[in-house]
């Protein structure tokens, strides 16, 4: 079993930077985050290949978040500028043992509170 520890949520200004990161227990293909607001369903955010060369981004993020990952540690990050009231929310990294880019994920971190504050 995979275990997904997340860590760099917070409180910040709007117009700051928070940057996220992923570490996983041992090596998986395909990982990516997703966001979920108070009373909205899920959403994603970003997904990045094995080897980083492959991304993806939610039109909502792009141009302020940059997906990338380290292999040798097993982690991934999600530097977040830019950042916008509407950003607020419990943040989610997820990886696959299987697909290397997008979901479906088989294992989830336990999701971290971001608050942007106006």
């Known amino acids: 079993q995979v275990q997904l520890g997340e860590s760099g949520g917070g409180l910040v200004q709007t117009g700051g930077s928070l940057r996220r990161s992923c570490a996983a227990s041992e090596r998986t293909l395909g990982m990516g985050w997703f966001r979920q607001a108070p009373g909205k369903e899920r959403e994603f955010v970003a997904t990045?290949?094995?080897?980083?060369?492959?991304?993806a981004y939610a039109d909502s993020v792009k141009g302020r978040f940059t997906i990338s990952r380290d292999n040798v540690r097993n982690t991934m990050y999600l530097p977040m500028n830019s950042l916008k009231p509407e950003d607020t929310a419990v943040y989610f990294c997820?990886?696959?043992?299987?697909?290397?880019?997008?979901?479906?994920?088989?294992?989830w971190g336990q999701g971290t509170q971001v608050t942007v504050s106006s």
């Open positions: 990045i290949s094995w080897s980083g060369g492959s991304t």
């Open positions: 997820a990886a696959s043992r299987h697909v290397n880019l997008g979901g479906p994920y088989d294992y």
